[in-house]
């Protein structure tokens, strides 16, 4: 039944009461109609009753046109044909309403109910084609939303993939780098070669639950990169300091996986291994506002030609611009005395109760 009714609205209604009010207004002031003259009482009794009866027309007109036009569907509403049969049977069903509940002169019968039909075929016209445009409109409004939804669900499906494949890059990178470290290790010296698997296995049982997904906490994260730069304290002993600085109330934030590990890494790689002195590596978490900035701060070799432009970085900047937008961003700043420092900013949200 609400399928037959789609259309029917509060501001239908509205415009078909006043059509009859000013309907019931030219009865009034039709000298045919016997009302002028008469005391204002009887004036508005007159059109009070005029006026309920062209309401229950008008209404059932409505109704019975809404009928026909729903159950022929939209592709019926497409045909002229239906249109005029909606409005024949909207003025039909008015007439026999009418005549049903005696407003019809019993001395007339049939030949009242006729000039009834006919008075009303213009307006029962008009109201059809009102109200075909009308459901065409919501037909459309309709298939532009169901459009835009699926367009929203193919850009979300093709984001994920895109994730996936980004965090595919970064998985064998960090696995083959640290099986290398430990490799090596264990050829120069047995007991740290020991030393250095049993922090490898802590970094694997931290890494590979999250690699997959999306997000992890910041917790977790720090997790990872102490395990990751433990494995490398014991492949560069007294060359390489680190730190790591996370306030708990920030612990529970929602961070992207491995993110935070790449800077370390990098850090590593182009900033303190190149030096025989080797450096020190800060990391460092901080509420700005609704965003948490990430940092990764090396005393390493500093800004070189390539800086900035490694797979890593770029891997980075990919992940924050699908996950955030222009909400989130990295960027590189140069360290004083001497290092970098890699800063990535985006939205603060946390875990979950």
Known sequence: MQRLLNGMSWSALAIVAMFCVFQATEWVLTPASGVIGLASRDVALGWLSRLTVFLI???????????VLNAAGRAGRENSGVAVLAAVAACVVAAITRYAIGATPASEGATFMVMVFLSWIGAGAILVTGYVSY????ATQEETRVAELRRGAL????????????QAQVEPHFLFNTLSNVRRLCQSDAAAGRAMLGQLARYLRAALPRMREQETTLAEEIDLIDAYLG????????????SIDAPAPLLAARVPPMMLATLVENA????????????SIRVSAQRAGDALALTVADTGRGFVEASGSGVGLANIKARLATLYGERAALRLEANSPRGVVAIITLPMTRESA
């Open 155 to 166: 850009e979300t499906q093709q984001l994920a993939t895109r994730l996936r494949l980004l």
């Open 57 to 67: 027309t008008g209404v059932t007109m409505l109704v019975t046109a809404l009928v």
């Open 135 to 138: 459901l065409r409109i919501l």
């Open 268 to 279: 590593i790689k182009h900033g303190i291994a190149p030096l025989a002195e080797g450096g």
């Open 231 to 242: 494995v490398h304290r014991i492949r560069m002993g007294a060359r390489l300091e680190t």
